[in-house]
């Protein structure tokens, strides 16, 4: 049954994220008639929002931009960064728009950032256990260990839906701060804004698909341990 999540959530992600590449290609051909690049909308709605110590910087990679609270620094791909269309608008002020929620103190980006070290340790003790069930050292462990294992599977695969499902609100709010300053500021007008908002949608699916995987996987594995648990 796991591994039957696993590809169906795989093939959901696929289908998203290639959807997503070709929206973004898509809307990489059409230039912005304000002529703004990634790197100057970034820029504008950062001092627009009184934001003055955060950096805009250029970094490796396709789809690969983001914000990082610990140094301050909206990061985008060279695409996005030199880019002026509305692809590039879409994610320059959707970066921007975590750059607000942190000068801001947006409660649901300070919940996911307090998250983050618990949710690093639980998908490591999820590695280090799926590798000791794959070569069957449960097996030398005795049939006393797998309940355990279990509740410790599952504490973990919480941690990593909680923290899936406290991302939602922090990329859904990103994008309609970004939406919403593009429109007031007029970066974009009607056309380019709903590209950006299609865009940025499909975006968020992917973000929707894994929290999705993961409450899936947690239930699975709640329903072994009452199903085992029964049984005794």
């Not at 696993?6 to 008639?33: G, P």
């Not at 728009?97 to 980006?109: E, F, I, P």
Request: net charge neutral.
């Amino acid at each position: 049954m796991i591994f039957v999540i696993a590809i169906v959530t795989m093939l959901v992600s696929w289908y998203v994220s290639n959807k997503l590449k070709r929206k973004f290609e898509e809307y990489s051909h059409y230039t912005l008639l304000s002529g703004m690049s990634g790197k100057e909308i970034a820029e504008q709605m950062l001092r627009d929002n009184k934001i003055y110590d955060v950096k805009v910087l250029s970094v490796e990679g396709r789809l690969t931009d983001h914000y990082n609270p610990s140094d301050k620094t909206v990061n985008l791909s060279p695409d996005v960064y030199n880019g002026r269309n509305a692809a590039s608008a879409a994610v320059a002020a959707h970066e921007c728009g975590h750059a607000v929620q942190h000068a801001k103190a947006y409660s649901m980006l300070e919940l996911r950032s307090s998250l983050v070290p618990i949710q690093n340790i639980s998908a490591n003790i999820l590695n280090v256990l799926m590798m000791v069930m794959i070569f069957g050292g449960l097996f030398f462990a005795g049939p006393g260990a797998l309940p355990i294992v279990l509740l410790i599977i599952i504490a973990c695969n919480l941690v990593l839906t909680v923290f899936a499902l406290i991302t939602l609100p922090v990329e859904f709010d990103a994008s309609n701060r970004a939406l919403a300053w593009m429109e007031s500021r007029g970066v974009t007008n009607a056309q380019e804004h709903e590209m950006a908002k299609d865009a940025l949608k499909w975006a968020a699916r992917t973000y929707v698909v894994v929290a999705i995987g993961a409450m899936a996987q947690l239930i699975y594995y709640v329903m072994m341990y009452l199903g085992m648990s029964h049984d005794d």
